[in-house]
């Protein structure tokens, strides 16, 4: 079956056409700088690259023109439903939702969760509405998969009317990544969906890590936004929060600002002040760059000591499952990440180790229990899988709290 998956951001739509059965990507592409002079639609098909130049294109002209692409490639009049990345489902989502305007209006209402995201999400899906009118929409969201998290889990020890006024608690985010890579593991492992003790760690740009027990989600490092947790590319991750009003006294900034810098200035990039790419730093380091070789470390420290916090959430360890750009392909993080945690019992296989790259699942310890796994993500297809069984009938889990 042949979905549209869409992914709306602020100034760019990522979208992809691909057969929720096999996987097949039909078409992929993105139209980016919206609402810039250099706006463009680049897209992919059949192993070629194409790019439109669309100067000065909205949300509006830029999806146009991917569905026109659509047309022209005959892609149109298969597509069976279109399924919507949308961030923040807050508590009010614990699974894929067919879209109706009630379920509009509570994504409307999730908005002051996901200020940055939920609009242009929702922006994709009013276009969708129009451009696509009689396709059936669902929504796919990244908080989700942790909605059944135990209060222990979501509770900051905060005033408890935060909770029930303003909503503050721990949502966590990569749940269709964590979800997906969740079942690829079981099948790895040979058990069934609702078996098994794992840890995820979704490791790209953006990381967070997730204790899944018997196929749900038990605890995660990420909270009321994705700012929690791990060390990440330009984000710290979980820092003091009396930091935000020493920094913000100390240089004159407003606490926006340094929370802005937080979000964007930190992590990888702020540490090293090269870079919030994982290659380049490792490159920087190999050379002998400190800053470069000392982000590497904190990157590897905090995250082996945020991995053994989540198997306290799941009691036992079957496997610890690494996905993401430098989960599926740095040999290295995850060398230095599993000799950390061989406490745990996990013993690396090297050889093993050097071979998952570049898309290669397998196990990469000599140890069974547990193991350590590279399982690579794939969002666009857990979307498309989701918005399948939503669209037949199919889907199991529909949950609107
Ligand atoms: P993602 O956000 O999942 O696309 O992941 C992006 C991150 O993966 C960046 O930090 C990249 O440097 C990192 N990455 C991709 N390939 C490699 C590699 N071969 N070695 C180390 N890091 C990599």
């Known amino acids: ?39 463009s639609l680049d897209y992919s098909h059949n192993g070629q690259k ?23 490639l005959g892609l149109r009049a298969s597509l069976a439903g279109v399924g919507h990345r949308v961030v923040h489902g807050g508590s009010k989502f614990a699974s894929s939702m067919r879209i109706t305007p009630e379920v509009v209006a509570q994504v409307e209402a999730c908005i002051h969760l996901g200020p940055l995201h939920n609009p242009p999400n929702l922006v994709g899906i009013r276009l969708a509405e129009q451009l696509l009118p009689n396709l059936p929409q669902v929504a796919v969201f990244d908080t989700a998969f942790h909605q059944t998290m135990p209060a222990r889990a979501y509770t900051y020890p905060v005033p408890h009317e935060w909770l029930t006024q303003y909503d503050v608690r721990r949502y ?36 967070s890590a997730t204790a899944v027990k018997n196929g749900e989600s038990v605890d995660t490092t990420m909270g009321l936004t994705p700012l929690e947790g791990l060390v990440m590319g330009t984000r710290s991750g979980s ?57 590497i470390e904190v990157f590897c420290y905090v995250l082996a000591k945020q991995l053994a916090g989540l198997v306290v959430a799941l009691g036992r360890l079957d496997a610890l499952v690494f996905t993401g750009g430098i ?57 498309a899988l989701d918005t399948a069984a939503l669209v037949s009938g199919s889907f199991a889990g529909a949950q609107y709290l």
């Open 1 to 39: 079956m042949n979905i549209l998956v869409l992914n709306c951001g602020s100034s760019s739509a990522k979208f992809a056409v691909i057969d929720s059965a096999d996987g097949t990507e039909h078409l992929t592409g993105i139209a980016q700088r919206l609402g810039t002079a250099e706006a």
């Open 50 to 72: 194409h790019v439109q130049k669309l100067p000065g294109a909205g949300h509006d002209q830029g999806l146009r023109a991917a569905v026109q692409v659509m047309d022209d």
């Open 172 to 207: 966590g985010f990569h749940g269709t990544s964590h979800r997906y890579v969740t079942q690829k593991a079981q099948e790895l492992l040979g058990i069934a969906a609702n078996e098994g003790c794992l840890v995820t760690a979704h490791l790209g740009n953006g990381c």
């Open 239 to 295: 820092v003091d929060p009396a930091l935000l009003g020493y920094v913000a006294r100390a240089t004159g900034q407003t606490a926006d600002a340094v929370l802005d810098a937080l979000n964007k200035k930190s992590g990888l990039l702020g540490m090293s002040g090269l870079s919030n790419d994982m290659r380049t730093l490792q490159e920087a380091a190999a050379q002998g760059n400190p800053r470069a070789q000392l982000a």
């Open 327 to 383: 989960g599926e392909n740095s040999a290295e993080i995850r060398e230095k990440v599993l000799n950390l945690l061989g406490f745990l019992g996990l013993q690396l296989d090297p050889g093993a180790n050097a071979q998952a790259v570049r898309g290669k699942a397998g196990r990469i310890t000599h140890s069974l229990k547990p193991q350590a796994l590279v399982v690579p993500t794939n969002e666009e297809r857990m979307i």
